[in-house]
């Protein structure tokens, strides 16, 4: 080959890789943007340096934080089908059975009455075609009422309230960690600090257990905790409903860290002597969304069993999962989970209804396990002592925030008034589309489709980052947070103490709206939309009977040290 052909080769192989090295930074620098968007920084004041080359002097300190993705701007098209689909699907027969009486009825109504007597007297052509076409009708008919879905609702609920000389402050818990031996200085630093900035309140509940001496993590201490809690809910709930344990037919119970063998539905079925035939299930390791997985299993049972009751009973067990190591990510659910249980009985039965608080309206189920990041975002783990613990990684609010946008797109098109789904819908196919990145994205206004909303209290900076997504008032998050400051995080039970904040406020009226969304570990995002039968009157059997008056309360902004 001629010297200047090897000279143009060898010049085309480096313009070659130098333009590979252009495309690599130019994604890398697109993913680091991409990254850079999810974090935010702050300048912490350290105060003036007593030691060191820097003595006297005030010092700083950059913090950097990772916030929640504004979900809302970014929209996946394939939930937004997924949510259109479920709304064609379930109404279809409300499209198809009223078009044929509309019509059936405007051609009676055209007739006269000297018409209508003339059809008696025409051929047996015609009054078959008359026949044929009313049975179409009739059959029409039959089928819609005994393919569309059985009601479901929601009799009443009961929430545990634990006994006063449960109640930890959060000075009694550092005091009580430290004199339990099990955590250095470090961590009851970490601990306290945590705490102050949690909007957990002085009057949450902790089993004696955790804070002793011992070894508290033992079956025998995860079995009282878990009789104390469970049964102590469906006694009152029993009680509230006015029905025998040997009535139910279905059980359903979830308990994400505590599962032992004989299960805990096993555990109810024989201290009520329930009967033989019940269909029971036990749901463990699904986090703090499970109580909604609970209800849509427990709902697909009465589709298929008429004339049944169902319980549903969501707890989490704090002795039997409390961590005594010093991993931070392993420490923060030391801060903030504490004692909480929920039984809801539901029903299928029609004469239910009258007496019946609420009536299921829909779930919906999102599950973004596919993804590592999000499979291993709150992991049950070892540390390196081979202590067990609940690891939660940092990046839970974006994780979080992916599923939450991935439920609500695909929730929309089943709630949102017809105006706001056209206006998102229309500004959906002009950026996705027709590519029009002018446009700027529609946010839904979901609060002209629900008047109250149950969030999952799972911690201050989760709800923070929430309210400002879904663009909520204070108003709106208020049961959130007051159960977070009264409770603290009760897993997959908490949506039930907002709502019974809300019950013992008396602001739920007849024909209201509540969403009820939580999430969880797996990562997973589910949502439950409930309407209330009638107005709600305030009961003497509500945890928040003896301190509702108090509420709501200011709940400062702790800065971080």
């Keep these: 080959m001629p010297v200047g052909g090897e000279a143009f ?59 929640l993705p504004d979900f809302l701007q970014s929209v996946n098209l394939k939930y937004v089908k997924l949510g259109y689909h479920y709304l064609i699907s379930h109404a279809v027969y409300l499209f198809t059975v009223p078009a044929i009486l509309l019509a059936f009825s405007a051609e009676v109504g055209s007739l006269r009455q000297q018409d209508l007597w003339k059809l008696w007297e025409q051929p047996q052509f015609d009054l078959t075609t008359a026949l044929t076409f009313s049975g179409a009708i009739v059959f029409m008919l039959c089928l819609y009422f005994l393919s569309r879905p059985r009601s479901i609702y929601l009799v009443d609920f009961a929430c545990f309230k634990p006994s006063d000389d449960l109640k930890v402050s959060k000075e009694e818990f550092i005091k009580m960690a430290k004199s339990s031996g099990h955590f250095d200085d470090a961590s009851l630093d970490f601990q306290k600090r945590i705490l102050d900035r949690s909007g957990l309140g002085e009057e949450t509940y902790l089993p004696k257990a955790v804070m002793g001496s011992g070894i508290c993590s033992t079956m025998k201490e ?35 860290l505590f599962n032992p063998t004989p299960s805990l539905s096993a555990m109810i079925v024989n201290h009520y002597k329930m009967r033989g035939n019940i269909l029971s299930f036990n749901l463990g390791g699904m986090g703090c969304s499970a109580g909604i997985i609970s209800l849509d299993l427990a709902r697909d049972m ?25 991993e931070r990510s392993m420490l923060m659910p030391n801060c903030f989970f504490r004692m909480g249980c929920s039984a809801m009985l539901l029903s299928n039965k029609r004469r239910d209804r009258r007496r019946a608080k609420y009536e299921l309206s829909l779930i919906v189920r999102t599950h973004k396990g596919a993804d590592d990041r999000s499979f291993r975002c709150v992991y049950q783990q070892e540390d390196d002592k081979r202590k067990k613990g609940l690891f939660v990684s940092k990046d839970l609010l974006e994780i979080g925030g992916h599923a939450l946008k991935a439920n609500i797109t695909t929730l929309g098109p089943l709630v949102l008034p017809l105006s706001e789904q056209l206006l998102f819908l229309a500004t959906l196919v002009c950026r996705k589309v027709l590519k029009m990145e002018h446009v700027k994205p529609y946010i839904p206004d979901f ?30 998050m208020e049961a959130s947070r007051m159960t977070l400051h009264r409770f603290g995080n009760t897993s997959s039970s908490s949506l039930w103490y907002e709502l019974a904040y809300m019950e013992a406020k008396k602001k739920i009226k007849s024909g209201d709206r509540i969403w009820q969304i939580a999430f969880g570990s797996g990562f997973k995002c589910n949502s439950a939309v409930w309407k209330a039968l009638r107005t709600v009157k305030k009961t003497d059997r ?8 108090r509420y709501p309360v200011e709940i400062p902004d702790v800065p971080r040290v």
């Design 9 to 67: 080769q060898h010049k085309a192989v480096r313009d070659l890789r130098a333009e590979k090295r252009g495309r690599s930074d130019q994604g890398k620098s697109s993913k680091m943007a991409k990254e850079q968007a999810f974090l935010s920084t702050e300048i912490v004041n350290q105060g003036v340096q007593e030691t060191g080359p820097n003595a006297g002097s005030m010092t700083f300190s950059v913090r950097v934080r990772r916030r």
């Design 222 to 256: 995860g079995r009282a905790e878990a009789e104390m809690v469970m049964f102590g809910a469906l006694d009152e709930l029993f009680e509230k409903c006015r029905v025998r344990p040997k009535d139910i037919g279905i059980l359903v119970v979830n308990c994400s």
């Design 302 to 326: 009465l589709q298929a069993h008429p004339n049944s009751y169902a319980v549903v009973v969501s707890t989490e067990m704090i002795t039997f999962n409390w961590y005594t190591g010093s």
């Design 447 to 476: 609060k002209l489709a629900f008047e109250h909303f149950c969030i999952h209290a799972g911690g201050k900076t989760i709800l923070d980052e929430l309210q400002n997504n879904l663009g909520l008032s204070n108003k709106h």
């Design 542 to 549: 509500n945890p928040w009977v003896d301190c509702v008056e």
